[in-house]
């Protein structure tokens, strides 16, 4: 027995010389077969053999070895662990890695390290990470992206104090902003399947140079499934998903299906989603002024208001969600690639939450206040040619079409008469973008033209006659177009290794035409058109001190050209008494904006700082407004004040955004990040209030955990306050979705949730996720939102890979 023992300590530290080492994506459990390992002691690099797998001698329990990938977080593991682990090392995927690929700076894929501007990425697996029920909670659960909402049906996001019409959101490359983009909270973004994208980015600060109008405060590029073609050596494959998950707060149900066929030359995917949302219940703590106590149902074309049993569940506020995708490549040669999908959203019908609490003399101002299904479709075309040649090493030509299709109901309490407004959109998007390398440069440049129709119908309904009638104004003008054609030129030179500065130029020019019919009001005009150009730069660059910290700074102008909502909107159900009418008098807002940025990295040490500054020069906003010399007009029975679009002041906008990361041990690290933005408008004469789409600051910080095949995140989320005096003058009318102060004036107050989640993967198929959020049960509002966020929820989700 002792030779044996002898026998094993000679050759134990040889069989430790020649240890195998294989490396895990920590998320999926699949195999990352590009990464390397350097030693503290010799600091000698090793990479992975044709096999995708280390040979490490581990005989020193003490010596430690630093295992890296691109697009994953750096861990450091001693021999005695890496044995301990079995040979297995698990890296965490991250989404704010410098070497990571963002294609939405340029529309090509691009080195993060070599953008100067700040780039949020979101990945598919964060997706099941964090369980968003909608995309805009998506991008909430970023920390860096505020989301408003007006009803659980919505989501608005607000970047860097900017929302709605001043944000872009295009799909696969296309461009969503429609002519009716408007400048009031916009629920467009949730027709996006959070479920059916591969990644989605965000890009902080204008965008204008490569998508034109509306691109001020940012962009929100989402990239869905794509198919995946087989190599040489294989056969055809099928491999998919099915995932399930339900959540408490609303008793959701979601169920998604996707499938990818793959083929030599060509390959489809296919996605499914279906969810069902009840009435959202809200937290236990907090204002009570925020509980449903009461609400209107009908009976026999009679309004009664009925008493809640449980004043936390926010009646009517629940609906449905469905999505499909559909793709198709094919690819000939390793030149070619076409393209070919359709897209599918709809919503059932959904109630408008926040107008639902309205009250006049503690009465109910409204008995339905309503939007029909909320559809969208999508076909697109591409194709792509990556070869080279004198003008360009490749491009892609695309072209899309769009049917939008939203509608808004409403009905005063204990009226007979429902008002409908229905708008129908026809888009058609078409896009050249190419690429050339000539040595350190790289020169992008493309060209685009966008088309949209709108059709815009309304009528009043007897709901006990059943009498129709449509001798009403429409929402819009019908049959009125706005297009844009616009070609833009960037490039990218890196000057040496650590400095490369971007540029580039955006023309634009802009059409409307507006034709009005006036079965109710009188206007001194017949339409109106507009014929607007517009020249957008940007210049930015990056230095990298040495390999840990950089320094970035942009220097952007963008644009948003007046669309059909700002010229030719006829709306009164905004504010309480107040009626906003078209004014074909205007022109566009231009905004020039400054940032500056710090970044340290090192061995999962991370942190940065952003700095920004944004003016915004002739802001179109609603102003009072006078039509034929009077300020206020009787319109379908009540005496209303006049507003209207106007360039009509400026605006100013500033703060900083701050992230940091420390990791403790390889398993357990703290990050988070904190957002500060301040907004001053000036008035025509001179007065100086607050901007409306300024929220106060917000942030998170997150205590994760993770190990082999499972994680916790231990995390907070919160945000400030707003006294009285620090809201919005259009935000202290509002007095039904806030809080009231001592003097009865409405408020908003700060708040922070404490919230747990974590996910085991029990193979690489099979995976389980899970969340305990609001655990304190804290009844509270985001900013301008008029329906309180979730109390305690429980989130369960399944997914199987196959």
């Known amino acids: 027995m002792r030779k044996i023992l002898f026998f094993i300590y000679l050759i134990y530290p040889i069989l430790l010389q020649s240890q195998i080492v294989k490396v895990y994506n920590y998320n999926t459990l699949e195999r990352i077969f590009n990464f390397q390992a350097i030693s503290n002691i010799n600091k000698k690099q090793i990479t992975t053999s044709k096999k995708g797998e280390l040979k490490l001698n581990l005989s020193n329990p003490s010596e430690k070895f630093s295992f890296s990938s691109v697009g994953f977080e750096t861990i450091v593991l001693s021999s005695k662990e890496i044995i301990s682990q079995k040979n297995s090392i698990y890296l965490p995927s991250l989404s704010e890695s410098l070497d990571e690929v963002v294609i939405s700076n340029t529309k090509w894929k691009q080195l993060k390290r070599q953008i100067s501007k700040k780039v949020i990425s979101i990945q598919k697996e964060d997706i099941f990470l964090t369980q968003p029920q909608t995309t805009a909670d998506a991008i909430a659960k970023t920390g860096s992206v505020f989301v408003q909402k007006s009803q659980q049906g919505g989501g608005s996001p607000i970047i860097r104090g900017f929302s709605t019409n001043r944000l872009l959101i295009s799909v696969d490359g296309v461009r969503m902003n429609t002519a009716i983009f408007r400048s009031g909270n916009l629920q467009n973004i949730i027709s996006i399947d959070p479920l059916s994208l591969e990644s989605s980015e965000v890009i902080l600060g204008p965008g204008s140079i490569i998508y034109g109008s509306d691109a001020i405060g940012g962009t929100l590029n989402f990239k869905t499934l794509s198919p995946k073609l087989v190599s040489e050596n294989e056969n055809k494959i099928v491999t998919g998903n099915i995932f399930y998950r339900s959540s408490t707060a609303n008793f959701e149900n979601t169920v998604h299906a996707d499938v990818n066929l793959s083929f030599k030359k060509w390959g489809t995917v296919s996605s499914f989603s279906f969810s069902s949302f009840d009435d959202l219940k809200q937290g236990s703590k907090g204002p009570s002024s925020f509980l449903r106590n009461d609400y209107v149902t009908t009976e026999n074309n009679i309004d009664i ?94 072209s899309a079409y769009q049917f939008f299709e939203e509608s808004r109901n409403t009905r005063d309490f204990n009226s007979l008469i429902k008002t409908n407004n229905t708008e129908k959109l026809d888009v058609l998007t078409f896009n050249l973008d190419a690429e050339k390398k000539i040595r350190r440069l790289r020169f992008n440049y493309g060209a685009e033209y966008v088309t949209n129709e709108v059709n815009s119908t309304a009528n009043i309904t007897n709901i006990e006659t059943k009498e129709i009638s449509n001798n009403i104004s429409t929402r819009y003008p019908d049959d009125s177009t706005w297009k844009s054609i616009g070609a833009y030129a960037v490039f990218n030179l890196q000057i040496n290794t650590p400095f490369n500065i971007s540029g580039g130029l955006r023309y634009n020019h802009v059409k409307l035409r507006a034709d009005f019919e006036k079965p109710e009001l009188d206007f001194p005009f017949v339409n109106a058109t507009a014929d607007i150009n517009a020249l957008t730069w940007s210049l930015g660059s990056t230095y990298r001190l040495n390999s840990e910290f950089s320094i970035r700074g942009n220097a952007n102008t963008a644009f948003r050209a007046p669309n059909i909502d700002d010229i030719g909107k006829i709306f009164n159900d905004s504010k309480p008494g107040t009626l906003i009418v078209p004014n074909p008098n205007l022109k566009s807002e231009y905004a020039y904006n400054f940032s500056l940025s710090t970044e340290y990295d090192r061995n999962s040490y991370k942190a940065s700082f952003t700095a920004y500054h944004t003016f915004l020069e002739d802001a179109l906003t609603e102003d009072t407004f006078n039509l034929r010399g009077e300020e206020t007009i009787l319109f379908r029975g009540e005496q209303s004040n006049i507003f209207a679009t106007q360039n009509s002041n400026s605006i100013r906008i500033f703060g900083f955004e701050l992230l940091g990361q420390i990791p403790f041990t390889s398993f357990l690290k703290i990050k988070g990040g904190y957002t500060l933005t301040k907004g001053e408008e000036t008035l025509v004469g001179g007065k100086e209030v607050s901007v409306r789409h300024v929220p106060p600051s917000f942030g998170n910080m997150h205590f994760i955990y993770h190990k082999k095949k499972w994680s916790l995140d231990f995390f907070s989320d919160f945000n400030g306050g707003f006294t009285f005096n620090d809201l919005a003058p259009s935000e202290k009318l509002k007095t039904d979705i806030y809080a009231k102060d001592k003097d009865g004036n409405p408020f908003l107050s700060s708040w922070y949730t404490v919230n747990i989640r974590g996910h085991y993967n029990i193979n690489s198929k099979l995976r389980f996720s899970g969340a305990l959020e609001n655990i304190t049960d804290q009844r509270y509002r985001l900013y301008s939102s008029g329906i309180s966020a979730p109390g305690i929820n429980f989130i369960t989700a399944v997914n199987y890979s196959f």
């Open 305 to 398: 208001v009925v008493k809640n049993s449980n004043p936390k569940k926010q009646v009517k506020s629940g609906y449905d969600q469905t999505n499909f995708l559909q793709k198709i490549s094919y690819k000939p040669s390793s030149y070619w690639d076409f393209g070919l999908q359709f897209i599918y959203s709809g919503s059932s019908k959904y109630d408008r939450y926040d107008r639902l609490q309205r009250k006049k003399e503690n009465q109910f101002r409204s008995a339905e206040w309503f939007y029909g299904p909320q559809n969208w479709f999508m076909t697109l075309q591409t194709i792509s040619y990556n070869g080279n040649s004198l003008l360009t090493d490749r491009f892609k030509i695309s």
